[in-house]
């Protein structure tokens, strides 16, 4: 992935108790403190930052876990669940994780514009 060089800088004052909530927040998204903050300020203007590292886990077993409930009740509704189906979707949930959660993110960015 390619990043555009940043070559400008905000700054702005803060007191010690929010440079701590600052911190504790950057820390607990498994962000460096100033990626964090890039990134609410951009997500508040409309931009989409990167997820970081744990979000992105998190995203794709979510989009997993949708993705297997949905077909799960689709072959229950249509009366075709049987082992060997269930381990094929289950198989597919685990290899294409990844693309699944690329296909939800995309279909999330699509829907957004539109609204715009």
Not at 21 to 40: P, S
Not at 96 to 105: H, K, M, N, P, Y
């Amino acid at each position: 992935m390619v990043h555009a060089k940043k070559t400008r800088f905000i700054s702005f004052r803060i007191t010690e108790e929010q440079l701590i909530e600052i911190e504790t927040a950057a820390t607990n998204a498994g962000a460096k403190t100033r990626d964090w903050c890039r990134n609410v300020v951009l997500e508040r203007v409309g931009h989409q930052p990167s997820l970081t590292t744990g979000e992105r886990l998190l995203f794709e077993q979510f989009v997993r876990a949708q993705y297997l409930v949905t077909q799960g009740f689709q072959l229950l509704a249509e009366d075709n669940l049987t082992a060997a189906e269930w381990r094929r979707f289950r198989a597919i949930a685990t290899e294409q994780s990844s693309e699944l959660a690329d296909t939800a993110l995309g279909m999330y960015a699509r829907r957004k514009s539109q609204k715009a």
